[in-house]
């Protein structure tokens, strides 16, 4: 009998420590969706301190907050009206300081999410700025005179539809906005702009946060001569307005890395052994540029990648993507991280269909990096239907006719019961609740097969398995181009994925392959344990399954 072989990991080849950010799951909670403690249809934060233990028992490390801060909530929290409080909605700084002292209580981080890059019209800061042309604060904004024409000073377009400048009529300039126009941009050019986000962040490090994800990290720098963008030659009818130009003088400029450098140096003032605090970065950009963002260990910890989101969900696709973005990464000594879904796209089961759900959630939490995980994706929570005269997202309200310009679907609130609004709160929701008979909280609960429970199996063995949280990544053959396999291994601790993209069986057919195995977990659930021989494995369709190799043993199972 020949054997799989699979050497141990060299000792000097693995990490002697890592931090938390590196070994642990981050889970995204949208406040207003989470839980709702007083009764108004909106969450808020005693609602999320309410749900700790739960949050908790999910195996995850870390809690990111969307934007709770001090805000007009014309885009929900995104305009900022004030950096250094929190919105009435969602509760006061009291309540935030309780929410991050029992977090951490239960050995849970908590990240905020910080919106650098523009305010609310409504931020004191814009309030001088637009009171003269001869106004102190004029230039922490961007402003430029009208065109010949009296129109815009360039065509950069707003990510929601229309020109990205408005004219104020007081001072007979323009101010650029790249979302609406209620949310006038900062100039970081001007280091007291700067300066006045640095001391932002302290105020919440002092406070106790443990970092930041930052809102549209890529977008900082402009370019000073406002050059018109051209044409983009791939524009395709179905997309966006935003899209029928390149934004090559508005996003990814060279001058937004030394920005980062100096939010990351903050960081570093505050970071101790076991308490580090991170920096997530919003960079929505193709992954050989999105590495860039590590700098030389001087930037973003994390820099998001958002590749599964968008690309075909087939084996061959993520396989491709898996490979390029771990060698991306290794070149620039970087941490991989990886997200299925969040508060700007469809759901993953939305995405993926009812089959593919669980084969998605065990490869975002068994590729080497961290994975992101979006509320209530635990429990396998689609997209719900928003009537037109219930949703509320201005991207979609701008651009009504643009199909999944809304991103309201995704945010609909977590539905913990099977009472009349779902245990989120005691009054109808501020959006709509979805069919939440079968997937709340309470029925998956004391399910053993539930998806909430799978999730569970599986943030348990990836906190268990150091080989799941801190091991090397090989991509495997295992002889279907539709079955993607990948071994993860940790000196002679190894665990081999498979995931089956299609809906029907498939004889695992590793090359030379007859080695013993035992299966740690499957989505099929009911087939863990016991030794076989590799050979004789037939994956069933759509299955997912996470298998115990013995590599003491030249590939021997235990």
């Not at 702009?193 to 994800?213: E, I, K, N, Q, T």
Request: negative net charge.
């Amino acid at each position: 009998m020949t054997h799989l072989h699979v050497p141990p990991t060299p000792a000097d080849a693995l990490p002697t420590t890592q931090a938390w950010w590196q070994t642990g799951v981050v889970y995204q909670v949208y406040p207003r969706s989470f839980q709702d403690s007083d009764g108004d249809g909106v969450g808020d934060l005693r609602g999320v301190t309410a749900r700790l233990d739960y949050l908790a028992s999910l195996g995850i490390d870390a809690v990111w907050l969307s934007p709770v801060f001090t805000s007009p909530m014309l885009d929900f929290g995104y305009d900022v009206s004030d950096y250094c409080d929190v919105d009435p909605l969602f509760g006061d700084l009291d309540d935030l300081d309780e929410l991050i002292r029992e977090a951490h209580a239960r050995n849970l981080r908590v990240l905020l999410d910080l919106v650098p890059n523009h305010t609310s019209d409504q931020h004191a800061w814009f309030v001088e700025a637009r009171a003269s042309r001869g106004s102190p604060k004029r230039d922490w904004y961007v402003w430029r005179d009208p065109s010949p024409d009296g129109g815009p000073p360039n065509n950069w377009l707003s990510f929601f539809g229309g020109r990205a400048w408005t004219l104020d009529e007081t001072t007979g300039q323009y101010y650029l906005h790249q979302f609406l126009p209620e949310q006038p941009e900062l100039n970081w050019a001007n280091p007291e702009v700067r300066g006045a986000m640095l001391d932002v962040m302290r105020f919440w490090l002092d406070r106790g946060v443990d970092g930041f994800r930052v809102d549209v990290l890529w977008l900082l720098a402009k370019d000073a001569e406002l050059r018109d963008e051209p044409p983009n030659p791939t524009y395709r009818p179905e997309q966006f307005e935003f899209y029928t130009l390149e934004h090559c003088y508005t996003q990814d400029l060279p001058e937004v890395h030394a920005h980062v450098r100096e939010m990351r140096a903050v960081l570093d003032e505050y970071s101790t052994p076991g308490r580090e605090r991170v920096l997530v970065g919003e960079v929505n950009l193709p992954p050989d540029r999105l590495v860039t963002y590590y700098g030389d260990g001087d930037e973003a910890h994390l820099p998001f990648n958002f590749e599964l989101l968008y690309l075909p969900w087939t084996a061959r696709a993520v396989r491709e993507a898996v490979r390029r973005y771990d060698a991306l990464c290794r070149a620039h000594d970087g941490w991989p991280t990886w997200v299925l879904s969040n508060h700007d796209n469809a759901r993953v089961r939305t995405r993926v269909g009812d089959a593919q759900y669980r084969v998605a959630q065990t490869l975002l939490l068994t590729l080497r990096g961290t994975p992101t995980v979006y509320y209530g994706d635990e429990l396998g929570l689609a997209d719900v239907h928003v009537p037109r005269e219930r949703q509320r997202d201005p991207q979609g309200l701008r651009q009504p006719d643009a199909p999944g310009a809304s991103r309201d679907p995704a945010r609909t609130p977590m539905p913990w019961d099977e009472s009349p609004f779902a245990g989120f709160s005691t009054v109808e929701p501020w959006l709509p609740l979805g069919d939440s008979k079968a997937r709340h909280v309470s029925a998956q609960m004391h399910d053993a097969r539930s998806d909430l429970n799978y999730f569970r199996s599986l943030t348990r063995l990836r906190r268990d398995r150091r080989s799941l949280h801190a091991g090397d990544l090989e991509v495997v053959d295992a002889g279907h181009d539709d079955v993607l396999a990948f071994l993860r291994r940790s000196g002679d601790d190894c665990v081999l994925v498979l995931l089956n993209f299609t809906g029907e069986t498939r004889p695992v057919r590793l090359p030379d392959v007859s080695a013993c195995g035992r299966i740690l977990l499957s989505s099929d659930g009911g087939r863990e344990g016991g030794t076989f021989p590799l050979d004789a494995l037939v994956l069933g369709p759509h299955e997912a399954a996470l298998v115990d190799l013995d590599v003491t043993q030249s590939g021997r199972g235990r």
